[in-house]
């Protein structure tokens, strides 16, 4: 079984002050016991290494980052132009984004919670 990891839970797993921080180090821990392949993208480490300066510094991030460097069950795919413009297709068809005047730009929905863009 291979699992997907996102932004959020990375964070959670290097960062000691995340509210979500025991549980996602348990998880993961409990993963790497269990020898499980864990799956993300090169956007996400860029967008986790980014947010991640901001909370823990350089000096931690690069810490974390050279572990999962070495981590053996890590699989880091790139993100490629088809996965792009199929991610596009989703977000289109759910009505989350539309272009206009060949302007792309974007508003945070606070109430729902989600990225609209318009």
């Not at 967008?47 to 909370?55: P, Q």
């Not at 539309?98 to 989600?114: D, P, Q, R, Y």
Request: proline share 2%; net charge positive; with cysteine.
């Amino acid at each position: 079984m291979r699992i997907f990891v996102d932004t959020g839970a990375w964070i959670a797993i290097a960062d000691r002050n995340d509210q979500y921080a025991k549980i996602a180090s348990q998880f993961y821990t409990d993963l790497i016991h269990q020898r499980r392949n864990l799956i993300t993208s090169d956007l996400i480490h860029v967008e986790t290494f980014n947010l991640l300066s901001r909370t823990i510094g350089s000096k931690t991030t690069v810490k974390f980052g050279n572990v999962l460097k070495t981590h053996p069950f890590l699989i880091i795919e790139p993100i490629t132009r088809l996965d792009w413009e199929r991610g596009m297709s989703i977000l289109s068809s759910m009505g989350l984004m539309c272009f206009h005047n060949n302007v792309f730009s974007h508003s945070i929905n606070k109430k729902a919670g989600l990225l609209k863009w318009q």
